[in-house]
């Protein structure tokens, strides 16, 4: 590496560049003077004219000043709205290409990190969303006044500019129809908005989530304070000129910045939960429950994690960071029983009343984190022999992977929204168990995210 070159160039400099490669977070990769450079939205086979954006002693950030050469992995027909908004990261590609490149992202994980034996693991081809466009069930809009107007829609990429938005091409039009209906009323009764310059205002996100088999929406205001001026008001209108509303819940979130969601979630009127159809299935969802973006693929996803365990009636399974338990409930007729836990406590009883709604009998849930209630399980004596594991993008604790591999069981299912920290935990998990194989799934498409199935079995 010509470490030199990173002391010559400063921010702005351009040059040649060709991209090579894939990286891990869906950023194009080339080398100048054997120099890595990241680009995004640079496709292998792009050459390009780089401008540096950032300088480290090691690499460089650059992005695309001119494209003298596309790639044949370019999509044509880019919507506009990618170069403004985030959430549209792969838009550029065509869609065949990204389910490759999906899958090039796991081997760039994998080569980063290296767990044992990765040369040899099997990495099926990704499988492909059922929609590539209009899958989003649930959206999260900033709502704010700047300059006298009122925005709402999404951040540009990478700042805290609020972009009006009326259309999205991964939202589904119903949200968005939804959406733009909600702030003409907001505007009509003039309830106060978050103004970011001034920190006035009490309305600052409308979240809403919708049912596909259902044709219905929840709709939840985030305001900065538990006074909601003009609230009953906003809820007559909605209920009269959006008919597929049937929820609508207020949720108190003080902070300007940090997490979305306050602690405090109230029903304002409706529904409590919000029903889908999972796999034959139905549960319920409260407002802040986890669901995956992308109900018409979750099915396949759900499938494909049952095809890995493959369950018997002699299974105990253990569905860790099981959510309002959704996993478990499609796989309840084909296992012993199941042993849910989940972190969040109105998560757990909505996994009680999804197993009630379901009829199922063969469950029993725990609130806390899994690294500390599986191993008093197993001081209690249940022989968990079958393990799920569906943990959030930062991965499984440290403390959870030492309990499995001090108690590995003969079957276990890694579910995982993120490569790296995936790969980070096969390091370990492949002391006690061999990967069978990983089977990459997009969830997300026209993003860089990639869900992957991961099926290990004791060595």
């Not at 006298?148 to 700042?159: H, N």
């Not at 799934?441 to 869900?451: L, N």
Request: glycine share 6%; proline share 5%; hydrophobic share 35%.
């Amino acid at each position: 590496m010509d470490t030199n070159i990173t002391q010559e160039l400063k921010v702005g400099d351009k040059f040649p560049l060709t991209i090579k490669r894939i990286g891990i977070n869906g950023e194009g990769i080339g080398f100048f003077k054997h120099v890595i450079v990241f680009v995004p939205k640079a496709v292998p086979e792009d050459v390009i004219v780089c401008e540096v954006t950032d300088v480290h002693p090691r690499f460089l950030n650059g992005r695309i000043h001119k494209i003298r050469q596309a790639s044949r992995f370019r999509n044509p027909e880019t919507p506009a709205l990618a170069d403004k908004v985030g959430g549209l990261d792969f838009a550029h590609i065509k869609y065949e290409d990204q389910l490759k490149f999906k899958a090039d992202i796991l081997r760039e994980s994998l080569e980063k990190y290296k767990p044992y034996a990765y040369e040899k693991y099997n990495i099926r081809p990704t499988v492909a969303s059922v929609q590539q466009e209009k899958y989003r069930n649930k959206a999260q809009f900033p709502i704010q006044e700047i300059d006298g107007e009122i925005r709402c829609g999404l951040y540009k990429t990478g700042t805290q500019e609020l972009v009006d938005l009326t259309e999205m091409p991964t939202q589904m039009d119903l949200t968005m129809s939804a959406m733009r209906k909600i702030v003409e009323i907001i505007k009509d009764l003039e309830i106060p908005v978050f103004n970011p310059k001034q920190k006035s205002g009490i309305l600052s996100m409308i979240v809403i989530r919708e049912s596909v088999e259902f044709n219905q929406l929840q709709v939840t205001f985030i305001t900065r304070s538990p006074k909601f001026i003009k609230e009953h008001q906003l809820i007559e209108r909605i209920q009269k000129e959006i008919p597929e509303v049937s929820s609508i819940s207020q949720n108190i979130n003080k902070e300007d910045q940090g997490a979305v969601w306050g602690d405090e979630t109230k029903l304002l009127w409706g529904d409590e939960y919000l029903q889908e159809d999972i796999n034959g299935y139905i549960f319920n969802f409260s407002p802040r429950a986890f669901l995956q973006l992308n109900s018409l693929q979750t099915d396949k996803l759900y499938d494909l994690v049952n095809q890995a365990l493959d369950p018997t009636q002699r299974d105990i399974l253990l569905d860790a960071y099981c959510g309002v338990g959704t996993i478990g409930i499609t796989m309840s007729e084909t296992v012993k029983h199941i042993y849910g836990i989940e972190i969040i406590p109105e998560a757990i009883e909505d996994a009680k009343a999804n197993a009630k709604l379901n009829e199922v009998e063969n469950a029993d849930y725990y609130v806390g984190s899994t690294d500390k209630i599986y191993p008093e399980l197993l001081k209690d004596g249940i022989n968990v022999n079958s393990i799920v594991v569906d943990p959030p993008r930062t991965g499984l604790e440290g403390s959870m992977i030492t309990t499995l591999n001090r108690n590995p069981v003969d079957k276990l299912v890694y579910v995982s929204c993120n490569p790296s920290t995936l790969v980070k935990d096969l390091v370990r998990l492949a002391e006690r168990y061999k990967v069978v194989y990983l089977q990459p799934v997009d969830m997300f498409p026209q993003t860089p995210h990639v869900e992957t199935v991961v099926k290990l079995v004791k060595r």
